[in-house]
C-alpha cells in the first residue's frame, strides 16, 4: 500500500471514523482495516454488515445514503462481484466526503 496514500487516510478525520464504524461492525481490529481494504472481498462484510455500515455512517454523518446510492456512485451496471472488488476503505472515504461537500455546497 502506498504509504502516502495510508497516511492520508489516517490523518483524515472521516477516514478514522469510517475505519472505526467498519471495526465495529465487523468486529475485526482497526489494524487490520487499510485504505486498500476491500470491504467484502477481504473482510467478507455480507450485504446485512454493509446495511450495518450505511446505517452507521448516516448516523454519525447526519444525512441519508440512498439504497442503491454507494453501489451506483461506483459504477451503475456494474456486477456485484465487480463491486465487491472496488468497493474499498479509501473509495468509501471518498463516498462520504463527496457527499459531505455536496450537502454543504446546498446550504
Known sequence: ??????NQIKNNDIGI???SIISDALRIAKENI????????DLNAESLDVLDIRFSIEQE???????HEIFDAI????????F???????YLT???DKKIQSLTADQ
Not at 454523518?61 to 439504497?67: L, N, Y
Not at 459504477?75 to 465487480?82: I, K, L, R, T
Request: aromatic letters at 10%; proline letters at 5%.
Open 17 to 19: 471514523k469510517l475505519v
Open 94 to 96: 471518498e463516498f462520504v
Open 84 to 90: 465487491s472488488e472496488l468497493f474499498t476503505v479509501s
Open 34 to 41: 487499510l485504505p486498500d481494504t476491500r470491504i467484502i472481498t
Open 75 to 82: 459504477g451503475d451496471g456494474m456486477s456485484p462481484a465487480e
Open 61 to 67: 454523518f447526519g444525512f441519508k445514503i440512498g439504497e
Open 1 to 6: 500500500m502506498d504509504t502516502q496514500v495510508n
